[in-house]
């Protein structure tokens, strides 16, 4: 399993309605081959930063699967005019599980 971290920066007189974008759009991504779920969270001390947690199956599931898709497309077109700037997105994988 992957993590997919999107750091989503959204125009301050956006911040409120974003979120509701965000849920509108969420079921593209949630239909997604080798998705397993996600967590959208804001920033406490930046609250104009959102965090999107999408945990995959696999990289190949994000990157080959979901990135080329009409659905990626359709649920970026859904909240890409609330960005000031790119998002930036990366992986990582878990080394040590809960607790350890």
Same mark, same amino acid.
């Not at 081959?33 to 969270?41: C, Q, R, S």
């Not at 406490?44 to 699967?65: A, K, M, N, Y």
């Given at each position: 399993?992957?993590?997919?971290?999107?750091?989503?920066?959204?125009?301050?007189?956006?911040?409120?309605?974003?979120?509701?974008?965000?849920?509108?759009?969420?079921?593209?991504?949630? &239909?997604?081959? /080798?998705?397993?779920?996600?967590?959208?969270?804001? /920033?406490?001390?930046?609250?104009?930063?959102? +965090?999107?947690?999408? &945990?995959?199956?696999?990289?190949?599931? +994000? &990157?080959? /699967?979901?990135?080329?898709?009409?659905?990626? &497309?359709?649920?970026?077109?859904?909240?890409?005019?609330?960005?000031?700037?790119?998002?930036?997105?990366?992986?990582?994988?878990?080394?040590?599980?809960?607790?350890?």
């Amino acid at each position: 399993m992957i993590y997919e971290i999107a750091l989503l920066p959204v125009r301050r007189e956006s911040i409120e309605s974003f979120a509701d974008a965000f849920a509108k759009v969420a079921p593209l991504l949630a &239909r997604a081959t /080798g998705y397993i779920g996600h967590m959208l969270a804001q /920033g406490v001390e930046t609250p104009e930063v959102f +965090h999107l947690i999408v &945990r995959w199956q696999s990289l190949d599931d +994000h &990157r080959l /699967g979901f990135e080329p898709s009409e659905d990626h &497309r359709m649920f970026m077109a859904g909240i890409e005019e609330y960005f000031s700037e790119e998002p930036t997105v990366y992986h990582v994988e878990e080394v040590l599980p809960s607790g350890g």
